[in-house]
């Protein structure tokens, strides 16, 4: 989950390797670090724990100039975030390297490499790799070489970007199951494990597949495939401008970010409904042939996607009677399944890049799933290429860590598919219709929520010195309540829980007390009169109620129960829009708890590590 980025240009890099890391900050910020080879061909080297602005205060007061050169910002994995385990790593001032990934092999690579007489001056895994370049480079070959030897020799994910003095004008790169790019320039060609880290210097890119080696200098570029032979990959140009990454004003990205949803999800929308009818083409050129033959799906995805599949089998059991199984995408890879006949395999991951996500898909793939299809925001990313059907979400990049947009575009996208095998299943025109209409009305919806921004700010100041919440919700709430859970937890470091309401008295009700804050979900559905029995227990126990309620029920105020209205909506699209007053609590709680919004502890947005 590390941010890789290089560069080979005629002009100084740093600046260009410095934004770049800002750029890829989301995807780590334990620690931070850069490398160049300078104007005397040394490689110089300043990195420094903790995140890029420490980074770039101490390289004015050491800076480093040069044309070539590596940069890296950490996610911990093997060894604490420090300065010493910080990247770039360097062998013998000859060769300095940045990795992102996990190096399996590398506690039996350490020890060779400790009986040849290396010294290790860090904890990570990296450190045999950079290790590995230098002894082949001591055996004769040159860089590209030695990298190409290096990668069969490691077992593991891996990015690598590598440079040596021996050869001032070369940058290698290496990917095995983690994110590489490379960003093609005038005179100048760049590297970097997003797009967004290299927008403000090209639009045009190339998308490394899993164990390409890429030569790079400042007028060519030549790529080998994992068999050595020379490959060409497609150059594609980003629609993304360098502003897309901006916050635009915003205090935070993730305010930016719940704002931007009605927007993000009416482009979700763009072209892929017509005449009040789902198009089928969205979902790739064979996607009728394949969806005729689907009947039943199994969802597999992590975090806050695997709670957009939860949501989504409420769908397609309920409108489009299919059968419908979600599953945790790092349990999922190591069971062995059993295999429903005609079976849809469907994966959810914003980046495209979730390691256990595509480790699942690899798998269903051998298990005999006959079909599988993507729900994704990164064109080009790994799921989107190994999967047969693809339907993007159209999110835009999404800076904080905390995701919001994502997941209600997945839900977006989730219910065109829905709709899609649903009318194979007997789904009558009139529901696919309304079922359109209502999806069309989504952005005006979520621009009313949006407008209960301030009283939720207010709202959240008596959350500010709680330590535990509890999430209730029903049906397609219960989901629901479980990302809002999720989210206080992750940006506020609340210990907060969900269940569906109904379970309360199965145990967790020995937790409510005027200290645990109760919030629920409830719109005007079937479940209802159920889930207000459900709050009565633990108002009866002295809890405080937080309740977010559809205006048509009216659910009375009292100094035990707090209630916000909710914009009326049908069943259907209500877990889409009670999302929204659930994310602006956990931000506003954050805030107030001085918490970093964008950058929680410990966290990381693209998860490219098991």
């Known amino acids: 989950?590390?941010?890789?980025?290089?560069?080979?240009?005629?002009?100084?890099?740093?600046?260009?390797?410095?934004?770049?890391?800002?750029?890829?900050?989301?995807?780590?910020?334990?620690?931070?670090?850069?490398?160049?080879?300078?104007?005397?061909?040394?490689?110089?080297?300043?990195?420094v724990a903790g995140k890029v602005a420490g980074l770039e205060k101490a390289l004015e007061e050491s800076p480093l100039d040069g044309s070539l050169g590596i940069a890296h910002t950490r996610w911990a994995t093997h060894g604490e975030p420090s300065t010493r385990n910080a990247h770039p790593?360097?062998?013998?001032?000859?060769?300095?390297?940045?990795?992102?990934?996990?190096?399996?092999?590398?506690?039996?690579?350490?020890?060779?490499?400790?009986?040849?007489?290396?010294?290790?001056?860090?904890?990570?895994?990296?450190?045999?790799?950079?290790?590995?370049?230098?002894?082949?480079?001591?055996?004769?070959l040159d860089l590209l070489a030695a990298v190409q030897a290096v990668a069969k020799e490691l077992t593991g994910a891996f990015a690598l970007g590598v440079i040596s003095n021996d050869e001032p004008g070369r940058l290698i790169a290496t990917r095995r199951g983690s994110p590489l790019v490379i960003g093609l320039g005038i005179g100048e060609n760049f590297i970097a494990s997003?797009?967004?880290?290299?927008?403000?210097?090209?639009?045009?890119?190339?998308?490394?597949?899993?164990?390409?080696?890429?030569?790079?200098?400042?007028?060519?570029?030549?790529?080998?495939?994992?068999?050595?032979?020379?490959?060409?990959?497609?150059?594609?140009?980003?629609?993304?401008?360098?502003?897309?990454?901006?916050?635009?004003?915003?205090?935070?990205?993730?305010?930016?970010?719940?704002?931007?949803?009605?927007?993000?999800?009416?482009?979700?929308?763009?072209?892929?409904?017509?005449?009040?009818?789902?198009?089928?083409?969205?979902?790739?050129?064979?996607?009728?042939?394949?969806?005729?033959?689907?009947?039943?799906?199994?969802?597999?995805?992590?975090?806050?996607?695997?709670?957009?599949?939860?949501?989504?089998?409420?769908?397609?059991?309920?409108?489009?009677?299919?059968?419908?199984?979600?599953?945790?995408a790092s349990e999922f890879r190591y069971r062995k399944p059993v295999v429903r006949p005609d079976a849809l395999f469907v994966t959810i991951s914003q980046s495209g890049e979730t390691a256990d996500t595509l480790a699942a898909l690899r798998e269903a793939k051998n298990w005999g799933f006959a079909h599988s299809l993507a729900i994704c925001n990164v064109p080009e990313s790994s799921l989107t290429r190994e999967?047969?059907?693809?339907?993007?979400?159209?999110?835009?990049?999404?800076?904080?860590?905390?995701?919001?947009?994502?997941?209600?575009?997945?839900?977006?996208?989730?219910?065109?598919?829905?709709v899609a095998l649903g009318r194979r299943n007997g789904m009558d025109a009139k529901v696919e219709h309304e079922l359109v209409r209502e999806l069309e009305t989504l952005p005006g919806k979520i621009n009313a929520v949006l407008e209960l921004n301030d009283a939720i700010e207010e709202?959240?100041?008596?959350?500010a010195s709680?330590?535990?919440?509890?999430?209730?919700?029903?049906?397609?709430m219960y989901p629901v309540a479980m990302e809002g859970a999720l989210k206080l937890k992750e940006i506020s470091y609340i210990h907060a829980e969900a269940y569906p309401a109904g379970e309360l008295k199965h145990g967790p009700l020995a937790l409510v007390d005027d200290e645990m804050p109760v919030i629920a979900v409830a719109p005007n559905n079937e479940l209802l009169e159920k889930l207000k029995s459900n709050l009565e227990e633990g108002r009866a126990r002295g809890g405080q109620l937080?309740?977010?309620?559809?205006?048509?029920?009216?659910?009375?105020?009292?100094?035990?129960?707090?209630?916000?209205?909710?914009?009326?909506?049908?069943?259907?699209?209500?877990?889409?829009?009670?999302?929204?007053?659930?994310?602006?609590?956990?931000?506003?709680?954050?805030?107030?708890?001085?918490?970093?919004?964008?950058?929680?502890?410990?966290?990381?947005?693209s998860v490219t590590v098991e």
Request: charged letters at 20%.
């Open 459 to 463: 709202l959240s100041q008596q959350f």
């Open 466 to 476: 709680k330590n535990h919440a509890l999430y209730l919700g029903r049906g397609s």
């Open 89 to 140: 790593h360097v062998c013998r001032d000859r060769v300095a390297l940045v990795h992102n990934g996990i190096i399996e092999n590398h506690s039996e690579l350490r020890a060779k490499q400790i009986a040849a007489g290396y010294d290790f001056s860090s904890d990570t895994d990296t450190e045999v790799a950079v290790n590995l370049v230098h002894q082949f480079l001591e055996e004769g």
């Open 546 to 605: 937080y309740v977010f309620a559809d205006t048509r029920i009216h659910v009375a105020s009292n100094p035990a129960v707090h209630v916000m209205d909710v914009v009326s909506v049908e069943d259907v699209i209500a877990p889409i829009v009670y999302t929204i007053p659930l994310q602006l609590l956990a931000y506003h709680v954050a805030v107030l708890k001085g918490a970093d919004v964008d950058q929680p502890r410990n966290l990381a947005k």
């Open 194 to 328: 997003d797009v967004f880290a290299l927008l403000p210097v090209t639009q045009r890119f190339i998308f490394l597949e899993d164990g390409d080696v890429a030569d790079i200098s400042r007028q060519a570029i030549v790529i080998y495939d994992a068999d050595g032979r020379v490959v060409q990959r497609p150059e594609s140009i980003s629609k993304l401008t360098a502003d897309a990454a901006e916050k635009s004003g915003y205090r935070h990205f993730m305010l930016k970010e719940i704002f931007t949803q009605p927007r993000a999800i009416s482009e979700t929308l763009e072209g892929r409904i017509e005449n009040g009818r789902v198009c089928e083409d969205i979902f790739g050129a064979r996607a009728s042939e394949v969806l005729d033959r689907v009947k039943s799906v199994t969802i597999v995805a992590c975090g806050t996607s695997f709670h957009a599949g939860m949501v989504a089998r409420y769908w397609f059991e309920g409108l489009a009677g299919i059968p419908c199984s979600v599953e945790v």
């Open 1 to 47: 989950m590390c941010g890789i980025v290089g560069a080979v240009a005629q002009r100084y890099v740093t600046p260009i390797l410095l934004e770049g890391l800002k750029r890829l900050e989301y995807r780590g910020y334990d620690s931070a670090g850069i490398a160049v080879i300078d104007t005397t061909q040394e490689i110089g080297r300043v990195r």
């Open 387 to 418: 999967s047969e059907l693809v339907l993007m979400t159209r999110a835009g990049p999404e800076i904080g860590v905390a995701s919001t947009k994502a997941f209600t575009t997945q839900l977006v996208a989730l219910l065109l598919l829905v």
